[in-house]
Nanobody, 120 residues
Framework: QVQLVESGGGSVQAGGSLRLSCAAS????????MGWFRQAPGKEREGVAS???????TYANSVKGRFTISSDRAKRTLYLQMDSLKPEDTAIYYC??????????????WGEGTPVTVSS
C-alpha cells in the first residue's frame, strides 16, 4: 500500500524559507516519478516541481530559482526547499507519485497535504 506523508508546512513571512518533506512507503521508490503540487484557496491545483526516476527536475515558472526539489533515496523521502517565499505561495502543498518514472503519466498517489502560509 502506497503511503505519502507530508510535513514541514507552517507560517512564515515573505522572504523566508521552509522545507517540506514527503515520507514515502509501500512501493519501489527508485522507479517512480514524484512531484509537489499546491492548491491555493479558490484556485485549481497546480504542479510545482517534479523529479523523475533519473533525478531530472522540472519546475513551474512561478517557482524557478526559488524552490528546489530533491530526494534522499536512502530515507525514501522527497523534499521541497522553498526560499524567497512570497504571499502568493500560500497554499496547501501535496506530494504525489506515479509508477511511470518519466513523469509523463497522471499521478496515482497523493498525500494529505501540508499548509503553507506566507504573510507580507
Amino acid at each position: 500500500q502506497v503511503q505519502l506523508v507530508e510535513s514541514g508546512g507552517g507560517s512564515v513571512q515573505a522572504g523566508g524559507s521552509l522545507r517540506l518533506s514527503c515520507a514515502a512507503s509501500g512501493y519501489a521508490y527508485f522507479e517512480y516519478c514524484m512531484g509537489w503540487f499546491r492548491q491555493a484557496p479558490g484556485k485549481e491545483r497546480e504542479g510545482v516541481a517534479s523529479l523523475d526516476s533519473d533525478l531530472t527536475t522540472t519546475y513551474a515558472n512561478s517557482v524557478k530559482g526559488r524552490f528546489t526539489i530533491s530526494s534522499d533515496r536512502a530515507k525514501r523521502t522527497l523534499y521541497l526547499q522553498m526560499d524567497s517565499l512570497k504571499p502568493e505561495d500560500t497554499a496547501i502543498y501535496y506530494c504525489a507519485a506515479v509508477g511511470d518514472g518519466t513523469c509523463r503519466m497522471k499521478y496515482s498517489y497523493w498525500g494529505e497535504g501540508t499548509p503553507v502560509t506566507v504573510s507580507s
